[in-house]
């Protein structure tokens, strides 16, 4: 009886060490893990100039920090991040989609179709200081195609690493 109850407790201990080694419960930050996100547009927006879009449909959020509501990335802490971003109009319509890191521009996308569809996209890798911004915004009237088994206007980025 003695060895079951050591070897339960034993296994008590590994688990917790584990799960402490997978998410840092003793740091004061309460940083997560992994920090990664993934949003689309299931349907067809029609989004104004100048106005930061915020993709309704989240499929991953891991860390919580992108917000669906304001379109914005917060880092929750420093390193090194991969962003991407794509989109599809129909035709006669255009989208021009810049990507902003602390209210400063850095990349675009550019569509344009008279008689069919087009789309564009672009990728980034940034070196984020903890509460840095990353958001997209549209240069003027964007046109953005998406149906419930049609997803094209995405946003997605991860954190590679941390710098040292």
């Excluded at 029609?46 to 879009?53: A, E, L, V």
């Excluded at 958001?135 to 710098?163: K, P, Q, S």
Aim: glycine letters at 6%.
């Amino acid at each position: 009886q003695q060895r079951t109850v050591f070897i339960m407790f034993l296994a008590v201990v590994v688990s917790m060490t584990l799960l402490l080694s997978v998410v840092d419960v003793g740091s004061s930050s309460r940083t997560p893990a992994y920090i990664a996100f993934s949003a689309a547009f299931k349907s067809d927006q029609n989004i104004d100039g100048r106005q930061k879009i915020a993709f309704n449909e989240v499929f991953t959020n891991f860390g919580n920090c992108y917000n669906n509501r304001t379109g914005e990335f917060t880092a929750s802490k420093g390193g090194l991040y991969f962003f991407n971003f794509q989109g599809l109009t129909t035709s006669s319509n255009d989208f021009w989609i810049d990507l902003h890191h602390n209210d400063v521009y850095l990349v675009s996308a550019f569509a344009r179709q008279q008689n069919d569809y087009a789309s564009a996209g672009n990728s980034i890798i940034l070196r984020l200081r903890r509460t840095d911004t990353v958001y997209l915004r549209a240069r003027r009237t964007v046109h953005l195609y998406g149906r419930t088994d049609d997803v094209y206007a995405t946003f997605n980025g991860y954190m590679i690493g941390e710098i040292y």
